[in-house]
C-alpha cells in the first residue's frame, strides 16, 4: 500500500513538473515579445507626450510672466502723473520694482515727440530720441506692445516693454527693459536630458534669449520651420547631422515661438536601456522557470503529503468531536424535558404531605405517606441535580479558581496570537493599564479571551492594514478588556443572534457556532458580561466586563460555566 502511494505521489510531482514548465515558458516567450514591442511603442509616445505637456505649461508660465510685467508697467503708468515721475516717482518706481528680483534694466519716460525725459538705468539715454523707432510707432498704435529682440543706440540685444498713457490732448510712454539674462533664466529653467534645452525665435528665426549650446540673442537659429501653427507641434529635425527633437508652440504676444529641443539619442536613451533590461529580464526569468517550477512542484507535492496525513487525523478528530457535540445537544435537549415533569412529580409529592397532615387520617396511615412523600423528594432532587450535570456537559472545563494577574494572561495570549498573525501578514497591538489580580479560574479566562482574539484575526483576513488591538482598562471599578479589529465588521440582523449556539456566519467545516456562546456562558459565571460593537466593512469592539475586586470562590468554582 506505501509502494502505491509513493508512486502516485511521484506521478504527481513529475506531472506538475511538465505543465509548470510548459504553462510558464510558452506564454512568457509570446507576452514577452509582445511586451517589448507594445512597451517601447508606448514609451516613446509617452516620452514625446511628456515633451508636449512641458511646453504646454512652461508656454503658460512664460505669458503668465509677459503678461505680469505689462501689467505692471501699465499700474505705474496709470498710477503717477508726469510730473509726479519727473519729479522723482520715476527713480522710486525702479527701486520698487528692482526688489522684485530684478527682471528690469531700466525705466525711462519718452513724450509724444519721442524724446527721453526721464530715464534711470545704468546707459547715457536721457537725450535719445526714439521718433523713427519701429517700437515708438508700435506702441503709439496699440498702446502697449512687446518688442522683440533689438539692439538700440546700447548696441546690445534687448527687448522692451512700453505703455502709452493718454494725458488731456497729449500723450507719454512709460518704457521698461527687460533684462536678458533674467529673462533667458526664466525660458531655459526646467530642463530635460543632458542636452534638452528651451529658447526663444521671433518669426525671422532669430533667437530672442540666449541658448547654451546654439547660440546668442539676435544670432540666427537655422530653425526654417517658422509657419504659425496651433496647440503643440512634436517633429524630428537634422541639423549638421545631428538628430533633435523640436517641440514647438506659438505665443500669442508678443508673437514668438517657443522651442524645447533635445537630441534624439538623448531622448530615447532611457527607453533603450529599458528595454535592453526588459529583455535581459526575459531570458534570465525564462532560464529560472524551469529550476522554479521543479522546486515549486517538489514543495507543493510535499504540502499534499503532509495535507493528506493531518485530513485524516483531522477526520479523526471530527469523528469524536462531532459524536462529542451530539452527545452535548443531546444531553441539553434531554435535560429540558425530564426538568419538566420532574418539577410536576415534586409539586405533586408537596401537595400530598399537605393532605397527610389533615385530621382525618389514621396515625399509621399519616406516617406512611409522609415517609412515602419524603422519599419522592428525595429522588426527585437526586434527578435534579443529574439533569443539571447533563446541562453542563458540552461545555464543562474542569479548572480551580486562582488568583490571576490579567494583564499578564493577555500578553501571553497576544504572544501567541502574534505568531499567526506575522505569518498572515496581520498585527496583535496592545494597550494594557495596570490592573487589580483577580480570583478566578485561569483556563476560563484563556478560553474566552483566546477565542475573541482568534475571531479577531479571522475577522480581518484579506485586509491590507490587517490590525487587532488588546487594550484593558480599570473603569468604574471593572475590568474593562476590549478585542477591536479593523475587519469585515457583523452585519446588523446577525448581532442578535452571536451567542446563540451553533451561530455561525463562517463557511462550512470552519466553525461550529460554539466559540462566542461558551465564551458568553463562562462570561456570566465569572460574574462578568460581554458586549458586541460593530460596523460593517469598518471593524467589531468585544468588550469584556469582569468585577474589579477578587471574587468570591463558590462550591463549582471549578465546575463548569
Known amino acids: 500500500m506505501r509502494e502505491t502511494a509513493d508512486r502516485d505521489y511521484g506521478a504527481m510531482f513529475r506531472f506538475m513538473v511538465g505543465r509548470m514548465v510548459l504553462v510558464s515558458l510558452l506564454p512568457l516567450m509570446v507576452i514577452g515579445g509582445a511586451n517589448f514591442y507594445l512597451f517601447y511603442s508606448l514609451n516613446r509616445s509617452v516620452v514625446l507626450e511628456q515633451h508636449a505637456n512641458f511646453l504646454r505649461y512652461h508656454r503658460q508660465s512664460i505669458e503668465t510672466f509677459l503678461n505680469g510685467i505689462t501689467t505692471e508697467i501699465s499700474t505705474l503708468a496709470h498710477q503717477y502723473s508726469l510730473d509726479e515721475l519727473k519729479a522723482g516717482g520715476l527713480e522710486r518706481a525702479f527701486r520698487v520694482v528692482q526688489q522684485r528680483g530684478g527682471m528690469f534694466t531700466d525705466l525711462g519716460i519718452i513724450d509724444s515727440n519721442g524724446n527721453h525725459v526721464r530715464y534711470v538705468g545704468p546707459y547715457d539715454l536721457a537725450d535719445k530720441n526714439y521718433r523713427d523707432t519701429e517700437w515708438f510707432r508700435q506702441v503709439v498704435e496699440k498702446g502697449v506692445y512687446i518688442s522683440d529682440m533689438f539692439l538700440g543706440f546700447r548696441m546690445e540685444p534687448h527687448f522692451i516693454v512700453a505703455v502709452k498713457r493718454p494725458d488731456e490732448e497729449d500723450f507719454w510712454i512709460l518704457r521698461a527693459t527687460v533684462n536678458t539674462d533674467y529673462f533667458s533664466r526664466l525660458v531655459d529653467a526646467v530642463r530635460m536630458g543632458k542636452t534638452g534645452e528651451t529658447f526663444i525665435v521671433n518669426g525671422q528665426g532669430f533667437y530672442q534669449t540666449k541658448t547654451r549650446s546654439a547660440g546668442e540673442p539676435l544670432s540666427p537659429s537655422g530653425y526654417l520651420d517658422l509657419t504659425p501653427h496651433e496647440g503643440i507641434r512634436v517633429h524630428q529635425v537634422s541639423i549638421e547631422e545631428t538628430d533633435y527633437i523640436y517641440t514647438t508652440t506659438w505665443l500669442d504676444n508678443p508673437r514668438w515661438l517657443l522651442i524645447f529641443r533635445q537630441e534624439t539619442s538623448d531622448v530615447y536613451s532611457p527607453l533603450w536601456k529599458a528595454s535592453f533590461l526588459g529583455l535581459l529580464m526575459f531570458l534570465v526569468g525564462a532560464a529560472g522557470a524551469s529550476l522554479l517550477a521543479v522546486a515549486v512542484a517538489r514543495a507543493q507535492t510535499n504540502r499534499i503529503k503532509r495535507a493528506d496525513r493531518e485530513k485524516d487525523m483531522l477526520t479523526q478528530r471530527l469523528m469524536v468531536a462531532g459524536k462529542a457535540a451530539a452527545v452535548g ?186 466559540g462566542l456562546a461558551i465564551c458568553y456562558g463562562l462570561v456570566q459565571e465569572l460574574g462578568g458580561s460581554i458586549q458586541v460593537e460593530s460596523t460593517l466593512g469598518v471593524g467589531t469592539t468585544f468588550t469584556v466586563q469582569l468585577p474589579g475586586r477578587p471574587a468570591t470562590a463558590g462550591p463549582d468554582a471549578g465546575g463548569a460555566p
Open 329 to 514: 445537544e443531546l444531553s441539553a435537549g434531554l435535560a429540558h424535558e425530564i426538568n419538566n415533569p420532574l418539577a410536576t412529580i415534586d409539586t405533586l409529592q408537596t401537595l400530598i404531605q399537605d393532605i397527610a397532615s389533615g385530621p382525618s387520617l389514621s396515625d399509621g396511615d399519616r406516617d406512611e405517606i409522609i415517609d412515602s412523600a419524603q422519599k419522592i423528594g428525595k429522588q426527585v432532587q437526586r434527578a435534579k441535580g443529574i439533569m443539571q450535570g447533563l446541562l453542563k456537559f458540552s461545555r464543562r472545563v474542569e479548572s480551580q479558581p486562582e488568583f490571576v494577574d490579567l494583564n499578564q494572561l493577555l500578553q501571553e495570549l497576544a504572544a501567541v496570537a502574534s505568531t499567526r498573525a506575522i505569518v498572515e501578514g496581520k498585527r496583535v497591538d496592545t494597550d494594557l493599564e495596570e490592573l487589580p489580580t483577580i480570583l478566578a479560574p485561569p483556563a476560563h479566562l484563556q478560553q474566552v479571551f483566546a477565542n475573541l482574539l482568534n475571531n479577531a484575526l479571522d475577522a480581518v483576513s484579506g485586509k491590507p492594514d490587517a490590525r487587532v488591538l488588546l487594550s484593558s482598562r480599570l473603569h468604574d471599578g471593572k475590568i474593562e478588556v476590549r478585542i477591536s479589529d479593523n475587519g469585515c465588521g457583523i452585519p446588523e440582523e446577525n448581532l442578535s443572534r452571536i451567542f446563540m449556539p451553533f451561530f455561525t456566519t463562517k463557511p462550512v467545516g470552519q466553525g461550529t457556532g460554539l
